[in-house]
Nanobody
Framework: QVQLAESGGGLVQAGGSLRLSCAAS????????MAWFRQAPGKEREFVAG????????FYADSAKGRFTISRDNAKNTVYLQMNSLSPEDTAVYYC????????????????WGKGTLVTVSS
């Protein structure tokens, strides 16, 4: 079992920035793909950003490209999501997720999930 714990959510004004963190209590953290998803009220959980196990290749949803940056620090067993130029449309619960063998970025593929951290962007 991989335990994931998100932090860094909160209230921010439009145009501002936040950095989310996800700490994994797993020594083999470097063998997992990591991703961020989000779920707004009344909507399905959607992919935001992902990073591969090796070579740190990154992938982004169209809504995140140019504004969000995913990164990982394997020495700290932590993945980050830097969010810039936030808008009210980014308001959601953000979830950290992990798997080892998936080949697409979908909520149906990820094996492990954190409990989420709430991001609220005001006008």
């Amino acid at each position: 079992q991989v335990q994931l714990a998100e932090s860094g959510g909160g209230l921010v004004q439009a145009g501002g920035s936040l950095r989310l963190s996800c700490a994994a209590s797993e020594r083999t953290f470097s063998t997992y793909r990591m991703a961020w998803f989000r779920q707004a009220p009344g909507k399905e959980r959607e992919f935001v950003a992902g990073i591969t196990r090796r070579n740190d290749m990154t992938f982004y949803a169209d809504s995140a490209k140019g504004r969000f940056t995913i990164s990982r620090d394997n020495a700290k067993n932590t993945v980050y999501l830097q969010m810039n130029s936030l808008s009210p449309e980014d308001t959601a619960v953000y979830y950290c997720a992990a798997d080892r063998y998936g080949n697409r970025w979908s909520k149906d593929v990820m094996d492990y999930w954190g409990k989420g951290t709430l991001v609220t962007v005001s006008s």
